[in-house]
């Protein structure tokens, strides 16, 4: 299966879930995590790696343009991706 994903749609999701999502990491940790509804997205502190995961399927965006998206099946990554796209659609409140 060929997955063409749009980094830029897939970064600005990422940017409404750290936005609009509740800070979940500890104020120690390196990593920062948000959660808004059931994706959790975690970036470093430079925010060159940043992960979202619904905690089945899970996409890693990295520098460059470059994108890792691992599920165990079609189902797993097929939700993940609906979801994300619901929260893209969600206004900002």
Known sequence: MHNELDIRWALSVAGKIRDQG????NSDD???EYRLGTITLETDIDGYTIKLTDGRAKLTLFF???????????????GFMARL?????????
């Open 85 to 93: 796209h619901e929260l893209d659609k969600q206004s900002l409140e």
């Open 64 to 78: 460059h343009h470059k994108y890792e998206l691992e599920y165990p099946d079609v189902t797993a990554m097929e």
């Open 22 to 25: 509740t800070l979940i990491s």
């Open 30 to 32: 390196p990593t920062l």
